[in-house]
């Protein structure tokens, strides 16, 4: 994992109490790390992320519709046709969230989960692409709310990193060790709900009451279970989605379909079925194995996790009509900047240089190649200063990063 500097991680800051060095070192994947209100950088609590009034208005006059509410009652997720159906005249989808409906299952002891509100709500699309930035992950973000004394799932665990941020009121959470360390997202809970029950009837490794403004981060595996307190209980769940080395199995298992020795046949009527037939070839297999990963070179590597990782994170939203008449409109001193959070390479390819992104390449002539650099490098830069020989390119070519939303006016 790299984190910046300390000191330049405002957006981690905001959810954990120690400097980022040593968030990376001692608890990034390792422990629980509880940050308590008053030690925690930014604002006074998370009620600007999001407030019990923004739920209200999520809920009643947003549109919302499935799967982006989620209501669970004693463990148990509510079938969407208990709170969802048609807006009326013009908006008859019909699987619109009812606030009427969801207001009397709130009042009858269920939780309501707000999901995907980084997609949703604008603080919180801001803050998370800020954080994600730091932490150079893709994340997501829900909102739990809770009536007063309920608990509404068993203790499970998670298959990703979480940041826990109370907004409102105070949780009760029972943290245990894992029953199995860093699972990967195929390794959901359910298949050890046994396992997990029965470590949770014993004494929890951490009892902490969060209050508004407090922070919690787990690391993926470990039990938890909460539980609001005399009021209700509003908070978000950050969660980070992990990269890990079995991912770079996955990939490396995908380059030796080039090595002729891993892709040879087993020998005629060899019985798969008997340790003692297989043990040859295994030791055999193992060893060719062992030869060609010595051959593989991390640029290969990096290239296959490059397109695992790059599509998983969305970049700066772009203000379509705003950008386009920015455009239209563009002089040599307009100022723009790239996109916050877009992938991108340069290569050069023969007399191009070429520009490859999520999903789409672009060539423009490869003395564009300095100037595409430094209006992408992240810094704001004024059109007149790109480096090209002619006005009337660097006007071309400043609109087509905008055109193509790779950059944002900076103003």
């Not at 959901?188 to 949770?200: I, Q």
């Not at 990939?251 to 020998?267: K, S």
């Not at 959070?341 to 672009?362: E, K």
Request: aromatic fraction near 6%.
């Amino acid at each position: 994992m790299t984190i910046d500097a300390p000191g330049e991680s405002p957006a981690l800051s905001r959810a954990v109490a120690v400097e980022p060095g040593k968030f990376a070192a001692a608890y990034w994947g390792r422990a629980p790390l509880l940050s308590r209100a008053a030690e925690l950088a930014g604002p006074d609590g998370f009620a600007d992320l999001l407030s019990p009034a923004a739920v209200d208005e999520l809920l009643s006059r947003r549109g919302l519709r499935t799967p982006f509410l989620r209501v669970a009652q004693r463990g148990t997720v509510l079938p969407a046709g208990r709170f969802t159906g048609g807006g009326g005249a013009g908006a008859e989808i019909g699987d619109q969230v009812i606030d009427d409906q969801v207001m009397r299952l709130y009042a009858e002891g269920a939780t309501l989960v707000l999901q995907g509100l980084h997609r949703l709500w604008p603080p919180l699309i801001e803050y998370s692409r800020r954080l994600g930035a730091e932490l150079r992950r893709p994340l997501q973000v829900n909102a739990y709310l809770t009536p007063p004394q309920s608990q509404g799932f068993s203790t499970h665990y998670d298959t990703h990193d979480v940041f826990v941020l109370q907004v409102d009121g105070t949780k009760r959470w029972r943290l245990h060790e894992p029953v199995l360390a860093d699972p990967l997202e195929r390794q959901a809970w359910g298949g050890r709900a046994d396992e997990v029950g029965a470590t949770a009837e014993g004494e929890p490794a951490f009892d902490i009451l969060l209050e508004p403004g407090d922070a919690l981060y787990l690391p993926r595996g470990w039990l938890h279970s909460a539980e609001a307190q005399g009021a209700r209980s509003l908070h978000l769940t950050i969660g980070v989605r992990a990269m890990t080395r079995y991912a770079m199995v996955e990939e490396l298992l995908g380059l030796a379909l080039d090595d002729a020795r891993l892709r040879a046949t087993l020998p005629y009527g060899l019985d798969v079925s008997d340790p003692e037939a297989i043990e040859p070839e295994l030791t055999e297999t193992v060893e060719a194995l062992r030869d060609w990963l010595s051959t593989v070179e991390p640029a290969e590597v990096a290239e296959r996790l490059r397109a695992r990782d790059w599509p998983s994170a969305r970049p700066e939203p772009v203000s379509p009509l705003a950008q386009l008449d920015f455009a239209a409109g563009l002089g040599p001193d307009d100022e723009i900047r790239a996109r916050e959070g877009l992938r991108w390479r340069l290569a050069d390819d023969a007399d191009h240089v070429v520009l490859r992104l999520v999903g789409r390449t672009m060539r423009f002539p490869a003395y564009c190649a300095p100037a595409l650099r430094m209006a992408l490098a992240g810094e704001p830069v004024r059109v007149r200063d790109l480096p090209l020989e002619e006005e009337a390119d660097r006007l071309v070519l400043a609109r087509r990063l905008l055109n193509e939303a790779l950059a944002v006016p900076n103003v």
